[in-house]
């Protein structure tokens, strides 16, 4: 099977830093990558699809990238509502394994 | 708007088993797949399973294989999970969740129900 990894697996940093969180696959998955976000206590929200297309509804700071094994989630300026836990996901075959995700907060 | 909405916590004894049911609506219930997820306590997101709800295909995690079973039922658009020999580290919210785009076979979870916490203690 395809192992997902994250990392860093935790950031502190400051409101309007731009942060990059990285998800690599063991093997090639081409874009099928997806990136939720999941606050603390509640239910996680897809932020981001086919690796770099952006959900609806979610803010415009937060961009994706990466294809094959190497992916990327930014947030351009980050905001005090960003503190979360990001993890990614693959979905081009089954299992549809998740990384073991990044936890966000404010320094 | 799309709904999905799943049943009460549950407290079970190991050995048993424990099925959890998530009621959709506001959409064409066998025009998109639905996947579980679990989440123990303080830990990450793990896939269980997807079933594709028009011809009931099944994939599930190979570390549940023989313990898990997901159905739906078309005429009421509820979609269901099964896990047998509950054992304490099964202990867990589970989440339904609904694939984004129209008979795509490939799971973008776009909507996810509320969560059932099913606590497995002797």
């Known amino acids: 099977d395809i192992e997902m990894t994250q990392s860093p697996s935790s950031l502190s940093a400051s409101v309007g830093d731009r942060v990059t969180i990285s998800c690599r696959a063991s093997?090639?998955?081409?874009?099928?990558l997806a990136w939720y976000q999941q606050k603390p206590g509640k239910v996680p929200k897809l932020l981001m699809y086919a690796a770099s297309t952006l959900q609806s509804g979610v803010p415009s700071r937060f961009s994706g990238s990466g294809s094959g094994t190497d992916f990327t989630l930014t947030i351009s300026s980050l905001q005090p509502e960003d503190v979360a836990t990001y993890y990614c996901q693959k979905y081009n075959s089954a299992p549809f394994t998740f990384g073991p995700g990044t936890k966000v907060d404010i320094k | 708007q799309v709904q999905l909405v799943q049943s009460g916590a549950e407290v079970k004894t190991p050995g048993a088993s424990v099925k959890v049911s998530c009621k959709t609506s506001?959409?064409?219930?066998?025009?998109?797949?639905i996947s579980w997820v679990r989440q123990a306590p303080g830990q990450g997101l793990e896939w269980m399973g997807w079933i594709s709800v028009d011809n009931g295909k099944t994939n599930y995690a190979q570390k549940l294989q023989g313990r898990v079973t997901m159905t739906t039922d078309t005429s009421t658009s509820t979609a269901y999970l099964e896990l047998r020999t509950l054992r304490s580290d099964d202990t867990a919210v589970y989440y339904c969740a609904r694939d984004l785009r129209y008979n795509w076979k490939f799971p973008e979870l776009a909507y996810w129900g509320q969560g059932t916490l099913v606590t497995v203690s002797s």
């Open positions: 506001g959409y064409i219930f066998t025009s998109y797949g």
């Open positions: 093997q090639g998955i081409s874009n099928f």
